[in-house]
């Protein structure tokens, strides 16, 4: 890989990994001021420390310019006359980091180190670090933004969550090659009486690649024209499944299958009507001929003053009369029957007729009993 003088960007990133990696000595090159560069675009930074013992470190500590220096070493925050100490036997963090990454949070806040050093866990939990993956692609200049302070104070923090034992780097191999690392850890004192989760497990991807936590959790290295792994995930039975978002695939990349993609599609209801079709012809089989059915009977006209006409009264006769002028049949004929209080009798439109000069098209009275005789007509046909 090209190598750049001085310290060369770089990228990082932040895994949750309970995973352990074999050694692997990381190739640097010939000239002690210079570093890898990343094989990620975006995701720039410059990594403070060489990750093997006996390496040289350029001014990577304060007062050890040109020294070679043990990994262990770190410059206690922006105090420089604290002597550097050695870090304590770490663990990966165990636990899905979602649920465990406000435990160890909160055990940071209860170490002896300095506040900066708590300050800044809290910007990486609370801020920065993806709550699934614990991925966390800030730069020293932005963290250094957020603790208002300078970007080699933010290195000498990082150092001191090293040292404290909440903080291990370390050598991944990804799907682009040979990338470091950060891990979070808790010290070995404090992993026996660490709460743990009922079901421990969780991928830890960086970058573009994802690290197994344990047997249970799926790998998954997504290349051009594959599928993106989601890091929300449905647990069940202590089971981790991701599901997967499409994406196009490439020319000549046949595309990952999908989740039910196998089932069989739904099945459709048969349609059981009994509904016979009738054939008038050869030619149209299919045509269907509904039979004639008689005229739907008109509603009932709105009758708010309706009433009683008692059987064989004087409104009787006068009701009669009205009909027979204009052409309708007796109310007896007619035998819309109705009751009430008074006992049974004819239903009329008004208690008594419309006058004689009330009969034209133009009187409300006169066209509202017409339209009521007319459907007591049609009723009594029907």
């Given at each position: ?48 420390e ?5 390496v ?27 002597p ?42 609370n ?14 200049e ?10 080699d ?6 150092r ?20 470091i ?18 079901h ?7 970058l ?18 594959g ?44 349609n ?27 509603d ?30 007796a109310l ?21 007729p419309?006058?004689i000069?009330q ?12 339209r ?6 049609l009723?009594?046909?029907?």
């Amino acid at each position: 890989m090209p190598c750049e003088n001085g310290f060369g960007p770089i990228g990082m990133a932040w895994q949750n990994m309970a995973g352990t990696y074999p050694a692997v000595a990381p190739h640097y090159c010939t000239n002690p001021a210079q570093r890898w560069a990343s094989p990620s675009a975006g995701v720039l930074d410059s990594y403070p420390e060489p990750l093997t013992d006996n390496v040289e470190n350029p001014a990577a500590l304060a007062g050890a310019t040109g020294s070679n220096v043990d990994m262990v070493h770190v410059d206690a925050g922006d105090d420089t006359s604290e002597p550097a100490v050695s870090a304590r036997p770490v663990v990966p963090l165990p636990g899905i980091f979602n649920r465990a990454r406000f435990l160890w949070a909160k055990a940071v806040a209860e170490d002896d180190i300095t506040g900066l050093g708590k300050a800044l866990a809290y910007v990486i939990i609370n801020q920065v670090a993806d709550r699934n993956t614990a991925q966390c692609f800030w730069s020293y200049e932005r963290f250094g933004k957020a603790l208002n302070c300078s970007r080699d104070s933010v290195r000498r923090l990082f150092r001191l969550l090293e040292a404290a034992g909440w903080l291990r780097r370390k050598i991944v191999q990804s799907g682009r090659g040979t990338v470091i690392g950060i891990e979070f850890t808790i010290p070995a004192e404090r992993a026996e009486g660490w709460d743990r989760p009922k079901h421990p497990g969780g991928v830890a991807p960086y970058l573009h690649s994802s690290v197994a936590l344990t047997a249970q959790t799926h790998a998954s290295n997504p290349g051009r024209g594959g599928a993106e792994v989601d890091t929300e995930r449905a647990s069940t039975g202590g089971k981790i499944t991701p599901y997967r978002r499409s994406s196009p695939p490439a020319r000549g990349v046949q595309g990952c299958p999908q989740r039910g993609a196998g089932l069989h599609p739904p099945y459709h209801t048969p349609n059981y009507s009994k509904k016979a079709a009738v054939s008038t012809s050869a030619a149209e089989p299919r045509k269907q001929v509904r039979a004639e059915q008689p005229a739907s009977l008109p509603d009932k006209p709105h009758l708010p003053l309706a009433a009683v006409v008692p059987f064989g009264s004087d409104r009787e006769a006068d009701w009669n009369e009205w009909l027979r002028r204009n052409r309708f049949p007796a109310l007896a004929e007619l035998g819309v029957l109705a009751s009430d209080a008074t006992g049974r009798g004819y239903e009329t439109p008004f208690r008594r007729p419309p006058s004689i000069d009330q009969d034209n098209e133009q009187d409300l009275e006169a066209r509202i009993a017409r339209r009521w005789a007319n459907w007591a007509l049609l009723r009594k046909g029907a």
